[in-house]
C-alpha cells in the first residue's frame, strides 16, 4: 500500500483531543488541559456539545520536561 502525499508539507502537525462536555466535569477539564498547554492550544467547537483541543507541537508540557 502506498501513503498518501503531504497535501501540507510545512505545516505543523497536531494533537487533537475530542471533549464532549454533556459528560459531567469533561467543560472542567477541557479548560484546565488548555491552560495547562497555553498558547500552543487552541480550542475548536465541533457543535454545542462537541470541541477539539488542537495542541502544537513543542507544548508547555514538554517545554516543562
Known amino acids: 500500500m502506498i501513503a498518501p502525499e503531504t ?3 510545512n505545516a ?4 487533537v483531543v475530542l471533549f464532549d462536555v454533556r459528560i ?3 467543560a472542567e477539564r477541557l479548560h484546565s488541559e ?3 498547554h497555553r498558547e500552543c492550544g487552541d480550542i475548536e467547537a465541533g ?3 462537541h470541541f ?3 495542541i502544537r507541537p513543542g ?3 514538554e517545554e516543562a520536561a
Open 7 to 9: 497535501l501540507y508539507p
Open 12 to 15: 505543523p502537525e497536531y494533537i
Open 24 to 26: 459531567p466535569g469533561v
Open 34 to 36: 488548555r491552560a495547562a
Open 47 to 49: 457543535d454545542e456539545h
Open 52 to 54: 477539539a483541543l488542537l
Open 59 to 61: 507544548s508547555a508540557l
